[in-house]
């Protein structure tokens, strides 16, 4: 695209702005621009020359890239491009709001054009864009790849993943919708969003993280209420990214005010009474119920994936992203990879609704 060769020449114009989007920043100077298979590499003899302090990339021909990344969707609001190349989409945090954001900047030529390569992953925004008949769909298994890897590589991978789940994901490209130890599956998430009544309780839940550091965890909140016919309904997914325990504090008292609920449940295994003590700093009056995990995050989540199972949980509404990590979560305790925050604190809120009230904690009012 930037060095204006075919295919990539529409009515003689050239690819002059172009966006890069990655999974974080790192990623994309990393991989995307500076490594083995990344911008520099590819064009030894002409190499574009990267800007870190304006976070660009400029080749002598004239075009510029821009380098944003999947945590910040607002950054895409403003700039405008002919092109722009997409890596790992299923691994972006915010993919729905990033991927839309990036459509309105494709904006100028006569043809903008974009590249999305990925591992695919059965995100809401991965299934959307491979049932789009405006986009061409090549997949490329490792196999075809195996000449530019290392001596056994492929026999090693086969032999060890050959037929298994991740193996067909990773290394044949397909698109798996449901893993077959997971507790939820999306055919039974579709079918749990639907009305209900009145609300008699209603919980914001918190699963803090231990720090707000880069690297950390989010910070998993969820409102759900309790309605008149026993049945749980999640109200609000409301998890912050990489947020100081001041913020998630004054997000989660927003939430209980907002909601008019009837406590706060904060799991305080990171933080002990740090996390109480938090909050009162935000509102001292606020009802907090601390909770501990004394079993594995798998363990906790299996009687409230019973529930589901059972019609006594609904969602007021798609929450793609709590979704998402739902149907990836495993026994491992991981989804993605990741600590599933917004499960854990999902989990929380619907045990505090449904199970276990003969050995509820006590409520501690912290005024």
């Known amino acids: 695209m930037a060095r204006g060769l075919p295919p990539f020449t529409e009515r003689d114009q050239r690819y002059m702005q172009i966006a ?4 974080t920043l790192g990623d994309v ?13 590819i064009n030894p003899s002409d190499p574009p020359r990267y800007e870190a302090t304006r976070r660009r990339l400029l080749w002598t021909t004239g075009a510029v890239a821009q380098v944003f990344s999947s945590e910040d969707p ?18 972006w945090k915010h993919a729905e709001e990033v991927f839309d954001m990036l459509q309105f900047g494709l904006r100028l030529g006569p043809r903008p054009k974009q590249i999305i390569t990925t591992t695919p992953k059965p995100t809401g925004l991965m299934k959307r864009l491979m049932r789009d008949p405006h986009i061409t769909l090549t997949r490329m298994p490792t196999v075809e ?5 290392a001596t056994g590589f492929m026999e090693m991978m086969r032999r060890r993943y050959g037929g298994t789940r991740l193996g067909r994901q990773e290394l044949d490209g397909e698109l798996i919708e449901d893993r077959a130890d ?6 039974q998430l579709e079918s749990v969003a639907g009305e209900y009544g009145e609300l ?24 759900a209420g309790l309605d008149a016919d026993e049945r749980a309904v999640v109200l609000q997914d409301a998890t912050l990214e990489r947020a100081k325990p001041s913020d998630w504090a004054a997000r989660a008292v927003a939430l209980y005010r907002d909601y008019e ?17 938090v909050l009162r700093t935000v509102d001292a009056a606020v009802p907090v119920r601390e909770v501990r995990a004394s079993r594995g995050k798998w363990l906790r989540a299996e009687p409230v994936a019973a529930l589901y199972a059972q019609g006594r949980v609904l969602h007021g509404a798609r929450f793609a992203e709590l979704e998402d990590e739902m149907c990836d979560f495993g026994p491992d305790g991981l989804s993605n990879g990741r600590s599933p925050d917004r499960v854990d604190a999902l989990v929380w809120a619907i045990t505090e609704l449904l ?5 509820r904690p006590r409520i501690r009012n912290l005024s």
Not at 29 to 35: F, K, L, P
Not at 182 to 187: E, N, Q
Not at 201 to 222: F, K, M, Q
């Open 355 to 359: 199970l276990g009230r003969a050995n």
């Open 74 to 91: 607002d950054s895409l609001r403003g700039p405008q491009f002919s092109a722009a190349w997409c890596d790992e989409v299923a691994k």
């Open 182 to 187: 997971a507790l939820w599956t999306r055919a």
């Open 20 to 23: 890069l989007v990655g999974e």
């Open 200 to 223: 008699r309780r209603i919980v914001v839940a918190v699963d803090p993280p231990a720090t707000s550091r880069r690297t950390s965890d989010a910070c998993g909140l969820i409102v």
């Open 29 to 41: 100077r990393e991989v995307m621009i500076d490594g083995p298979s990344g911008l520099v590499a």
């Open 261 to 277: 609920a009837d406590c706060i449940v904060a799991e305080v295994n990171q933080g002990g009474e740090m996390v109480s003590a």
């Open 145 to 149: 790849n195996a000449e530019n890897l």
